[in-house]
């Protein structure tokens, strides 16, 4: 693993266990200013979107997720874990949900984040990201702690599937 990307995770690990938007965007910033390479972790798939670790220890998580044009993630949470986002190459599109009393997901809004722009997920976010952009869209996520799973939401019915880290495919 590059040095830089190293000590990135390292100043992760040294962080409390549940760290502050703030602290967790300076980290995420400062690597980026230094370019900290990771472009061995940039890797697309035809058929879905790609998440590829680069760490995962009992603290914390840290992946680049790559999405090609026109593919997206589930509607989804994150679990118990909170998240935070950096872009490193193109626009990501948010659609953010919340949960009605009835249980059924409805869509609040969208928001746009381009490269370099930081966003911050906390365990009642419910969204879906997507790649609306001609290109490649490629961020780096950080959980704390690991993201181990994620319940999958629709707009139909008040079904939640759940996605474990385990599992193949995403
Ligand atoms: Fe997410």
Excluded at 6 to 30: G, H, I, Q, T, Y
Aim: hydrophobic residues 35%; neutral net charge; glycine residues 6%.
């Amino acid at each position: 693993m590059d040095i830089n990307l190293r000590s990135f995770v390292n100043r992760l690990e040294s962080l409390p266990d549940n760290p502050s938007p703030d602290v967790l965007k300076k980290c995420l910033r400062e690597m980026d200013g230094r370019q900290v390479p990771i472009d061995e972790y940039v890797n697309f798939s035809e058929e879905r979107y790609k998440r590829n670790v680069i760490h995962v220890s009992s603290k914390c998580e840290v992946s680049v997720l790559c999405f090609q044009r026109g593919q997206n993630t589930p509607i989804h949470d994150h679990g118990g874990s909170i998240g935070a986002t950096i872009i490193r190459q193109g626009m990501m599109t948010e659609e953010l949900f919340n949960k009605q009393p009835t249980g059924m997901i409805v869509s609040t809004f969208t928001r746009r984040f381009r490269t370099e722009e930081f966003s911050y997920v906390n365990p009642a976010t419910i969204h879906r990201v997507s790649n609306a952009d001609t290109g490649g869209l490629v961020m780096m996520n950080i959980y704390f702690p690991p993201l181990t799973l994620m319940n999958l939401y629709n707009l139909e019915n008040t079904t939640v599937e759940k996605w474990t880290a385990d599992m193949k495919g995403f």
